[in-house]
């Protein structure tokens, strides 16, 4: 940034022009040699022989970022610059979270994406130049007779805003990892925010939408054990028997962490019980690795094949090598092998 200061000499006429509806007031002046031109969307009081100090950045022309004079003081780009610091991050963040929450399997993802893309962009760029404005008033503000030097001016709006795109950034990109994907139905779901929940299915939402690893907000909610919500999604239609890319029901996540009342309502809803994963694995067999004795127990009374075996290895085996001796009993009594 450049400091320039001096007296105003060839001021030019105020020029007036309409842009797209508004109104723009352009002065053109020259100082100690260099020519310098002021936008404001207010009338500029710079007259000549006006004591100047003027901050901007040297391009191919001179970019007034502020300025003050002996009638006007400050220029009015702080308020602009305030506003464009606030509605910076708000972009960004909106574009971050539309990125996050967009359907993976959404036909119009690239769009949802590509527009989401655009906001954090001008998000960037309002936040930056609202930084920038503000660093030129500041250092017009604190301006004296001696010439000041860019390093002794304050930096703590740039520092501050990189600091803030950064934590924005990384964030972000946490929820979009921990979300895969996914949709605001499914975090929800997975978080256990019921009301939440209840508001997007009645707003016709996808249901069974899938995330990147094909899980679906059933899944999400009967892998957190949230009962009412996988009760409201089965109410809307949910798909019990959908499976994620590796294979995996919402029972199967229900049992492995033993979510008993979740796999009642699952089994009420029709959900197989003795469904096989790609890997051999079936819900009473992730039940019975565990140790979720109650889970066991549903499963069992629902029918589950207690003699599926993964490569030898049955629910039987497993309950054996882990010592769960009341799974063992309960497998054995139903005719575990």
Known sequence: MEIITGKACKVEKHELKSYMGGK???CS?????????????????????DNLVVAGNRGRNFKVLAYRNNTANVSESEPFALLQVLTGPICIICGLFEIAVSPYDSPYKIILILAAGMAVVLGISLLYNGIIILKAVNSIKTFTLRRTALSSMKKW?????VLFIILVTILS??????????????WSSEMGIGGLVKALIASGVDINIRDINGKTSLMKA????????VIALINAKADVNYVTKAGDTALMFASYNGNTDTINELIKA????NYIDKEGNTALIFAALKGQTEAVKALIKAGADVNIDKGNWTALKYATQKGYSEIIDLLRKAGAR
């Not at 009967?222 to 919500?229: F, K």
């Open 24 to 26: 723009s007031y352009y």
């Open 173 to 186: 990109a946490v929820f979009i990892n921990l979300n895969h994907g996914g949709t605001a139905l499914m």
């Open 157 to 161: 709006y740039i520092g501050v805003g």
């Open 222 to 229: 009967a892998d957190g054990g949230h009962t009412d919500i």
């Open 270 to 273: 029709k959900a197989d019980v």
């Open 29 to 49: 002046f020259e100082l100690k040699g260099k020519k310098i031109k002021i936008k404001s969307n207010k009338p500029v009081s710079i007259s000549e022989n």
